[in-house]
């Protein structure tokens, strides 16, 4: 049984950081690609980052690049996004995914998903 548990959300002032932390269990985690995705009331969920499972390779949508950082540690079966200089724009919920020696980081190529975490930013 694949379970995903996201931590480390909260709220934090614009210009602020804060650490996400993705715990996976029931799977060969280095075997999975791994993303983190983010949905705001009333919009799409949207992909934010990705890391390949060869850990050779990371993927960033626009609006978050030089700010935010995905990093994968297979000892411990985690994938953490560090998310710095942080927007009011950035506020929703964050979910971490997983699928199995994925190559393409759409939503819909994801088979498995965590409860998420919530980010609020303020101004």
């Known amino acids: 049984q694949v379970q995903l548990v996201e931590s480390g959300g909260g709220l934090v002032q614009a210009g602020g950081s804060l650490r996400l932390s993705c715990a996976a269990s029931g799977l060969t985690f280095s075997t999975y690609a791994m993303g983190w995705f983010r949905q705001a009331p009333g919009k799409e969920r949207e992909f934010v980052a990705g890391?390949?499972?060869?850990?050779?390779?990371?993927y960033y949508v626009d609006s978050v690049k030089a700010r935010f950082t995905i990093s994968r540690d297979n000892a411990k079966n985690t994938v953490d996004l560090q998310m710095s200089g942080l927007k009011p724009e950035d506020t929703a919920v964050y979910y971490c995914a997983a699928e199995y020696r994925g190559d393409y980081y759409s939503a819909s190529q994801f088979h498995y998903w965590g409860q998420g975490t919530q980010v609020t930013v303020s101004s």
């Open positions: 890391i390949s499972w060869r850990n050779d390779r990371t």
